[in-house]
């Protein structure tokens, strides 16, 4: 089994996070854990008219945000048969800057600390326009840490003819950064 932590914090993008909990609740040999921060609950209610429990039903397991003593706070609990990875969408610039600093609050910025330290996967899928000059110095010092900083960017090339296949096609491409196998199209395909 390959474990997936899917971090949602507080910006805008819920949509996202659903699809990619959807898709990955769907993959065989996934297990996927979600910890969504109290910042993540205001941005649901209003993109979503729903709370937490809309995303964490599609997750095998499921952290309360304050609980730094949870197994993924923990470098060891990562090191299992297959490479664990973890991505945060979305990523809120408090997020990102809380990661780049190592000043860490809450069990989404400990687990994404810890992935860091560890050597692991860590996908970032910011949302945040435009950019200051403090987004981007902290993106690059995440960068360099090893992190994946994937903007939510989706392609138009597929030619979508709904949000749903924006989202889609936008798990695919992060699904590709976590090298897991999928069908949700690729430049190749259009």
């Given amino acids: 089994m390959r474990d997936i932590l899917v971090g949602v914090s507080g910006a805008s993008g819920m949509p996202l996070a659903l699809c990619v909990l959807r898709a990955l609740a769907a993959m065989p040999g996934v297990r996927t854990h979600c910890v969504v921060s109290e910042g993540a609950h205001a941005v649901l209610r209003a993109e979503c008219g729903a709370g937490p429990e809309l ?12 609980n730094l003593a949870a197994g993924p706070a923990s470098g ?29 609050r809450n069990l989404l910025q400990r687990a994404g600390d810890v992935a860091l330290k560890e050597g692991l996967r860590l996908v970032l899928v910011t949302r945040e326009s435009p950019l200051s000059s403090v987004h981007l110095r902290n993106m690059l010092t995440l960068r360099e840490a090893g992190a994946v900083i994937m903007p939510f960017s989706p392609g138009f090339y597929l030619r979508p003819q709904s949000l749903e296949d924006l989202l889609l096609q936008t798990s695919g491409r992060i699904f590709d950064q976590l090298g ?7 430049w190749a395909d259009a």
């Fill in 55 to 66: 995303l964490t039903a599609c997750a095998d397991y499921v952290y309360e945000p304050d």
């Fill in 76 to 104: 060891s609990w990562w090191h299992g048969a297959e490479p664990a990875a973890m991505l945060v969408v979305p990523c809120s610039m408090s997020t990102l800057g809380a990661l780049a600093s190592g000043a860490t």
């Fill in 180 to 186: 897991l196998a999928h069908s949700l199209g690729r």
